[in-house]
């Protein structure tokens, strides 16, 4: 079993920059690959970014690729989410997931965080 906590959202201006964080506890994070999801409202959840857990190789979503940056912090047992320049459409609850494999975490994960608010004004 793995436990993932979100925090970092919050309230900020289009073109500002946040930063969000998930920290695991459970089984061994560094043989879980990790991802982030969103979730707008009225929408369906959407994947947003995914980072191996071997070699660190990511995965964006269109919509953030260039913008978004994911790392991880194995020794603290973290993931983070950087996000640049962020645009009114980037409103939603983020929530970070995790799979032991890399070709699930982007999909179908097994385990998920509750989630985070993120909210963009323009």
């Known amino acids: 079993q793995v436990q993932l906590v979100e925090s970092g959202g919050g309230l900020v201006q289009a073109g500002d920059s946040l930063r969000l964080s998930c920290a695991a506890s459970?089984?061994?994070?560094?043989?879980?690959?990790m991802g982030w999801f969103r979730q707008a409202p009225g929408k369906e959840r959407e994947f947003v970014a995914a980072?191996?857990?071997?070699?660190?190789?990511?995965d964006y979503a269109d919509a953030v690729q260039g913008r978004f940056t994911i790392t991880r912090n194995n020794a603290k047992n973290t993931v983070y989410l950087q996000m640049n320049s962020l645009k009114p459409e980037d409103t939603a609850v983020y929530y970070c997931a995790a799979d032991s494999k890399y070709s699930d975490v982007s999909r179908e994960p097994d385990y998920w965080g509750q989630g985070t608010q993120v909210t963009v004004s323009s």
């Open positions: 459970g089984r061994t994070f560094r043989n879980y690959a």
């Open positions: 980072i191996n857990w071997s070699d660190y190789s990511t």
